[in-house]
């Protein structure tokens, strides 16, 4: 086997890549590569050849950077002969990639689950997505010191009541009635709790679209409970100034 490496082989080359900042196709510039070509004998007569570039790439829009791997070999061809790349483009992306949005005053907890329940739907791990997001829900009624609530039950005579509960049930309803949300971020959150359990307990695959939401409606109420609130301070702060 020969192996040979080339320095920025590619570099100032344009390639067109879905940039996850511009949520778009833009052209990227390559701003350093190495070059890997190697052959290798494949029987008595005929060889293995490959070439593949690693590239530090930046959008020409937002600046942003990224990896590209782009790489071609003489097995991997179409029925032309011609050879068929494969392209891989890190951090991971595509039409339904979610991006990780940047909070300032949700707690370090919550932003390393949300994290990782980003990457997980990302990487299609849905199963444990949907555990994220029942480990956001846990998470957002910790952190706001909700312990339980009342929950509606139906006793057997048919009638109901109202029972505190310390269960996830019984703590969004402390969520709701603390004031923290509204009765429809609470209903929502009430969905949140089944995907979870089912994705835990029943090992279940949620939906990608289902999960979609989830995700789009814990950021929601990342921005009702800490970002919204941090901001008006800063503006009342402001004008008591002036």
């Not at 004031?179 to 429809?184: E, I, S």
């Given at each position: ?21 511009c ?13 890997e ?51 891989r483009?890190?951090?991971?992306r ?144 402001k004008?008591?100034?002036?």
């Amino acid at each position: 086997m020969k192996v040979e490496f080339e320095n920025d082989k590619t570099k100032d080359k344009i390639e067109k890549v879905l940039c996850t900042s511009c949520e778009n196709t833009t052209k990227h510039k390559v701003l350093t590569s190495i070059n890997e070509k190697g052959t290798e004998p494949w029987g008595d007569y005929a060889s293995f050849d490959w070439n593949t570039d690693y590239e530090i790439i930046q959008c020409l829009g937002c600046d942003t950077v990224s990896f590209r791997f782009y790489s071609i070999n003489s097995e991997n061809t179409d029925h032309e002969y011609r050879p068929i790349p494969t392209i891989r483009i890190y951090p991971k992306r595509g039409k339904d990639t979610l991006t990780t949005k940047h909070y300032f005053n949700v707690p370090y907890n919550l932003q390393r689950i949300y994290s990782e329940t980003i990457d997980s739907y990302n990487n299609g791990n849905l199963t444990l997505c949907g555990a994220g997001v029942r480990a956001l829900v846990e998470g957002l009624c910790q952190e706001n010191g909700i312990t339980g609530g009342n929950v509606e039950i139906t006793k057997k005579d048919g009638s109901k009541e109202k029972k505190l509960r310390t269960n996830l049930q019984g703590k969004i309803n402390g969520l709701y009635e603390s004031g923290k949300l509204t009765a429809q971020h609470a209903d929502i959150l009430h969905e949140h709790r089944f995907l979870g359990n089912e994705a835990v307990h029943e090992l279940s695959l949620p939906s990608k679209e289902d999960l979609n939401l989830a995700i789009e409606i814990v950021e929601n109420v990342f921005d009702t409970l800490y970002e919204i609130p941090s901001k008006g301070m800063q503006l009342k702060s402001k004008r008591l100034k002036k």
